[in-house]
């Protein structure tokens, strides 16, 4: 608040100086408030005779005081962040936003290939566990395994698959239905190829796998198409530990022929009891027309399988653990 006061004190209150004559004695206060604080004020005594001096000099003091107060007043009414201040502050405010946008995709993609590494290594030990153990109970298996089809390099291909597929296979390469877990975990313990035979076929088995854990939103009907799907590829190959060349005690030096007889039956009562399983995962797999493409990195498991192979039936086969036969 801005005020001129005007105090004239009569002769009497105050002491009479020592020059002659009447003398007015005048106080001016005048202050301009500053921001947050009180008024200030600034006093200016005249004494003199001649009151017209007097008087001008308080008019001139009276102009100044409301030019400044009237200046800051302006001022304050009127301040504002000018056009170039907010086409400054928009460009920064956009700079910041391309970059963040630019970050998201990247974000999200290693997000999602976070998570689909984590769903592989899962469900890669569960395989490798069901398989090493021979498992049967796993009929919760029908509701993510499409398809698994064996082929071999003489041109022989079956392909089982589950009922919703049915459709999709030529009747010539069907080669049934997966039913429950047993028929599932048979199928994907198929050899590669048999012990101790001289020219046999090589069996290649893949399975077409949608992902068992992960998010329960993919785990709906109306969403397994978009849903995380890997192949797996399944090998059980005997185990050979000694090279052929030191069990062929035909063609050895009468010298070496005792210990590569000993090795040759060591590693015939070895084979059909001892097998090595390898399976590789792959994902995500993306249809293309009838067909589909296998993207991401492959991961392999491996372990050893300590018993024997049974076969149930034409196409299925168990691992029995513990259990040994003797060629």
Request: include cysteine.
């Amino acid at each position: 608040m801005t005020f001129t006061q005007l105090k004239l004190i009569p002769p009497a209150a105050c002491p009479r100086p020592a020059t002659a004559g009447v003398r007015l004695k005048a106080s001016v206060r005048f202050g301009v408030p500053p921001l947050g604080g009180e008024a200030r004020g600034y006093a200016l005594t005249e004494e003199d005779s001649a009151s017209g001096r007097l008087k001008a000099e308080l008019h001139a003091i009276r102009n100044s005081t409301d030019s400044f107060n009237r200046t800051l007043a302006a001022g304050e009414k009127n301040a504002a962040f000018t056009m170039v201040e907010i086409a400054l502050c928009l460009g920064v405010i956009a700079f910041a936003l391309v970059a963040i946008i630019g970050v998201l995709p990247t974000g999200l993609r290693v997000q999602r290939d976070n998570r689909e590494d984590t769903i592989i290594n899962q469900e890669g030990l569960l395989w490798v566990e069901a398989i090493r153990s021979g498992s049967r109970g796993l009929d919760y298996l029908t509701n993510y395994v499409d398809t698994i089809t064996i082929s071999n390099n003489l041109g022989n291909v079956k392909v089982y698959t589950s009922p919703a597929f049915q459709s999709s296979v030529p009747p010539a390469l069907f080669g049934g239905l997966l039913t429950n877990g047993q028929r599932i975990v048979g199928l994907l313990t198929t050899y590669k190829y048999p012990p101790f035979a001289e020219k046999p076929p090589t069996n290649t088995v893949i399975a077409r796998v949608r992902a068992i854990t992960g998010s329960a939103v993919e785990k709906s009907l109306s969403a397994r198409d978009m849903a995380f799907a890997y192949q797996l590829v399944s090998e059980v190959v005997p185990l050979h530990t000694h090279p052929i060349e030191y069990t062929n005690y035909v063609a050895a030096p009468p010298d070496e022929v005792q210990t590569r007889s000993n090795l040759w039956v060591l590693a015939r009562n070895q084979a059909p009891n001892s097998y090595e399983l390898r399976l590789t995962l792959q994902g995500p797999l993306v249809p293309k027309g009838k067909s589909y493409d296998v993207l991401g990195t492959p991961k392999t498991f491996r372990t050893l399988i300590s018993g024997s192979l049974t076969a149930v039936g034409d196409d299925n086969f168990f691992v029995q653990p513990l259990t040994y036969v003797q060629p």
